[in-house]
Each structure stands twice: as structure tokens, then as C-alpha cells.
């Protein structure tokens, strides 16, 4: 097994940006580039990311939101680009960062 480190919010680490939009590419054919030079990665995006070195293999992100329900507001999370590199399949990482969502983002929601 790989030797991985968990890594959020790295958002201005250009490093681990582009190797994020790589994985995202390479995974669901997205190019994440443009999205990000037009301000759509705001603080209420966040990544939740295994990174071998410098090459983010692994994410589950997190998107907050606040919806309008029944004229009420509510604040609310929706996961998106879950996505494992091939090579780091079948080893638990996307459940391990569920886990770490979930933990994290409880309290932001409630």
C-alpha cells in the first residue's frame, strides 16, 4: 500500500490543483481548468483528498449549500466528484473519505 496523506482546502496549492483537475479529467472527461479560473471554487467547495506526494489519487468533495424549502432556508451538502486513480483502487480510500466528510461536515449542516 501506498504511502497517502489526507489533504484539504488546497485550493491555492497549484501542485495539487492541477492534479486534482487531472484525476477529474482523466475519470469523467471534466475540464475543471476553466471553473476554477472563473471563480466557481469558492470556500463552500471543498475537497477531501488522498494525495501520493504531490498527485491527489483519491477525493470526495463537498459542495455547501443553503436551500430554500417551504420558504424556509436550510443549509445542506452535496457530494460530487468522487473519484479513485486506478492504481489506488480497491483499497478503501473513497469510504475512508466518506468517513471524514461525514465527521466534518455534521456540525457545518446542523
Not at 1 to 23: C, D, I, K, P, W
Not at 56 to 67: K, P, Q, R, W
Not at 83 to 93: E, F, K, S, V
Amino acid at each position: 500500500m501506498h504511502h497517502l496523506q489526507f489533504v484539504t482546502g488546497y485550493r491555492q496549492n497549484e501542485q495539487l490543483r492541477t492534479s486534482f483537475f487531472a484525476l477529474a479529467a482523466d475519470t469523467f472527461g471534466l475540464e475543471l481548468k476553466s471553473w476554477y479560473q472563473e471563480g466557481f471554487w469558492d470556500g463552500r467547495y471543498i475537497p477531501f483528498s488522498y494525495a501520493d506526494g504531490d498527485q491527489i489519487v483519491a477525493n470526495v468533495s463537498v459542495n455547501l449549500l443553503d436551500l430554500v424549502i417551504d420558504g424556509n432556508t436550510v443549509q445542506a451538502i452535496q457530494l460530487g466528484t468522487v473519484m479513485t486513480h486506478p492504481d489506488y483502487r480497491r483499497q478503501g480510500l473513497s469510504a475512508a473519505l466518506m468517513e471524514k466528510v461525514l465527521g466534518s461536515t455534521a456540525a457545518a449542516v446542523s
